[in-house]
């Protein structure tokens, strides 16, 4: 059996240890009949399938699904210590934070990746057919390294096994594509993606350049996600994703009736489908979702670069549809799938209309789905238990988040209540447990602030008057802090204002009886967990109308975590809902933005009024006299666990196919 599944899934079982984790009944620990039935659906020509094409994935097996395997696991596979950086110091030299998981497959670098992977995991819930587009990165994003004496971040380089990574296996079938009038081959790897009964499956496919046969040079074009050393490199990438990734779904036979490209970077994939059919039927089939708003954000690149990397007959196709339209030197990747996909959406309602605003030629065509989170990824033990025990006034959830919305019923049930704070108490005392080195405590206000370091989302805003900051601790009680986030190492603004923040840090290092401020090395989805399930306060401060939709909310208020946010992305549809707190800039209605003033001083003042005030509405009505019964931040917590019952993928991807797929 495991041989005859093993050529259905067209897995190159030459290295015998790959068939040590399938038996005829599981795969690496899990059922393998969904396997086989999302094989033979994606196979059939009658039945309908989509493909999802995105440069990240992140697919978080370390707290969600993780599969399990017989083989050893290598330890650079394990994630294991990190640092931290506090106003505690002398702690920081004594104390990592000891981690014991599975590396998350280290294909991301942040929230579009885990958008995708949310997307995936409830695309496998609806049981809809559709197979996987993505790049193995063999050294994946970057490992973040605190470099203590500068007060900086390092980056390295980040050494993982694909080799031993459970759940991934290579491919037999490779495929090569034609690279400045060479040829590079690709090695294919899958790796499954469950439902969350178990009960469906669907492949991920990654395009991998690091093979023997392939020249020095071209071998390390899959090594570092958005690796931006030069742009024959960022074209090579978008090529392998594009048209390596259409040549990967002929050569496993799939059958697709519908394309999607997550963000513009495999635009190229409708130039190599053009080979062979009419451009006006393609734009029928292809879809494209954009994710920035940010003027810079699109890919850019010099036509005669371009024509040096790929086929004459693809560059045609570039030359036609793609053209900057102020810049005919320059191919604009955002153009090329505006003029190539008949369906163009925004990833939030807001930023749909900024699209709009930015491509009035396109307004039509424009429209806007909200972006979610998988549930059951971002749900910690104890709210899903709470829920669970509450299932016949919410409904089952567990096959259907949308039924969260019914939490709003419970808000007037006292046991409710009560139980909805123990069990965030419960997580609050993981993290404190978590951070126990740095005396973080379950009764102190806490608030956390993470995500990518970009200067749009004005990662040092709470640390900009610091005097201020420790001025509320004294007054209103203390507080916890806890920021995480990467600069991308080619980003030097970004980096210079880690830089800050981990100076200011070291200035309250003398106040710890008042303000506890951690900055937690490396983060990525394993923390990202942690942290919007337990803290009291999630901090989200972009300069309005830059952020498309953020999520790193939505993963925290189906934990019941109160949000603190400018008025931004998804925030925006949910601002009348009694979820927190709302401060900050307001841009005019047909405002598109510039990033040359980030409004830092006047947005803190504000950030500072409003997280008193939560600070305070904490300190008197949960650890004060007043019972939690009758506290209004139970309300907001109550809220946010109801919103979530929109704010998910769940409800994302019914959308994507009731208006795009039609699976
Ligand atoms: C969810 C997530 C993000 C996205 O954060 P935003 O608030 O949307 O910017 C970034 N990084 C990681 C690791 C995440 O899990």
């Known amino acids: ?74 330890k650079n596979n394990v994630l294991s210590e990190h640092e931290v950086f506090s106003n505690m110091k002398d702690m920081d030299y004594y104390h990592v934070l000891p981690v014991k ?10 929230g579009l990746g885990v958008l995708a992977g949310d997307t995936l995991k409830s695309t496998a819930d609806l049981q809809l057919s559709l197979a996987a587009i ?20 390092v980056p390295e380089a980040l050494a993982w096994d694909p080799n031993s990574y459970p759940g991934l296996v290579p491919l037999k079938p490779k495929v090569n594509i034609t690279l400045s009038g060479q040829k590079l081959y690709l090695r294919l790897w899958k790796y499954y993606v469950y439902s969350n009964n178990l009960k469906h499956a669907l492949p991920l496919i990654l395009l991998d350049a690091n093979l023997p046969e392939n020249p020095e040079f071209f071998r390390d074009l899959t090594d570092q996600l958005y690796k931006s050393t030069n742009n024959w490199i960022k074209i090579a990438q978008r090529m392998i994703l594009g048209i390596g990734g259409i040549k990967a779904l002929e050569a496993l036979g799939y059958s697709i009736n519908q394309y999607h490209l997550n963000e513009g970077h495999a635009a190229l994939a409708i130039t190599e489908k053009a ?16 994710h920035t708003p940010v003027e810079a954000g699109h890919d850019r690149f010099d036509l005669q670069e371009l024509e040096a ?29 505006l003029n190539t996909c008949e369906k163009v959406n925004g990833v939030a309602q807001k930023h749909g209309e900024v699209m709009r605003l930015q491509f009035p030629k396109y307004q039509e065509q424009i429209k806007s789905i909200t972006n979610g989170v998988h549930t059951f990824t971002w749900i910690s033990q104890p709210i899903r238990e709470l829920l669970h025990k509450y299932k016949p006034q919410i409904g089952d959830f567990e096959n259907d988040p949308t039924l969260l919305k019914n939490v709003q019923n419970l808000k007037s049930n006292i046991k409710f209540r009560e139980d909805l704070w123990s069990a965030h108490l419960q997580n609050k005392k993981g993290l404190s447990e978590f951070l126990k080195f740095w005396f ?32 509320i601790a004294q007054k209103v009680g203390p507080l916890q802090i806890i ?24 200035t309250l290092s003398g106040e710890r009886k008042f303000i506890r401020i951690c900055f937690l090395e490396n983060y990525d989805t394993y923390f990202a967990k942690i942290l919007t399930s337990s803290v009291d306060v999630w901090l989200n401060n972009p300069l309005p109308p830059f952020e498309a939709s953020g999520t790193s909310g939505m993963k925290a208020i189906v934990n019941g975590v109160v949000q603190f946010s400018t008025l931004d992305g998804w925030v925006v549809e949910a601002a009348d809902k009694n979820i927190g707190k709302i401060f900050g800039y307001v841009p005019k209605p047909n405002e598109i933005g510039g990033e040359n003033n980030l409004r830092l001083e006047e947005d803190a003042q504000e950030l500072y009024k409003g997280l008193e005030e939560l600070a305070l509405q904490y300190y008197l009505t949960l650890v004060g006299k007043q019972t939690i019964t009758e506290s209004q ?31």
Not at 34 to 55: H, N, T
Not at 441 to 467: C, I, S
């Open 1 to 74: 059996m495991p041989k005859k599944f093993a050529e259905l899934i067209r897995l190159d079982y030459s290295n015998e240890k790959y068939l040590n984790d399938i038996s005829a009944s599981e795969y690496y620990g899990f059922p393998l009949q969904p396997i086989i039935d999302a094989e033979q659906v994606l196979l059939s020509m009658d039945k309908k399938s989509a493909a999802y094409f995105s440069m990240e994935y992140g697919l978080a097996p370390s707290v969600y699904h993780t599969f399990k395997t017989a083989n050893p696991i290598n």
């Open 101 to 110: 998981k599975i590396l998350d497959l280290p294909i991301y670098s942040g």
């Open 134 to 153: 993505g790049i193995l990165w063999n050294k994946g994003y970057f490992h973040q390294k605190f470099w203590f004496k500068a007060g900086g971040q």
């Open 275 to 290: 080979k062979k059919e009419p451009i006006e039927e393609l734009k029928k089939i292809f879809a494209f979702t954009c």
């Open 309 to 337: 990397a790929l086929e004459k007959e693809n560059t045609e196709i570039v030359k036609k549809f793609g053209r900057d339209e102020r810049h005919p030197h320059i191919a604009n990747f955002t153009m090329l799938a």
């Open 440 to 471: 973080f405590h379950e009764k102190v206000f806490t608030l956390a602030w993470a995500r990518r370091l970009a200067l749009y989302k004005r990662p040092g805003m709470l640390l900009q008057d610091v005097n201020r900051l420790l001025d």
């Open 483 to 506: 920021i995480a986030g990467k600069a991308h190492p080619a980003d030097t603004p970004a980096s210079l204002h880690m830089d800050e923040i981990l100076e200011k840090i070291t």
């Open 633 to 663: 931040w139970i309300d907001m917590m109550v809220n946010c666990i109801s919103e979530s019952g929109y704010f998910n993928t769940h409800r994302m991807v019914a959308e994507y196919n009731t208006n795009i797929w039609g699976l």
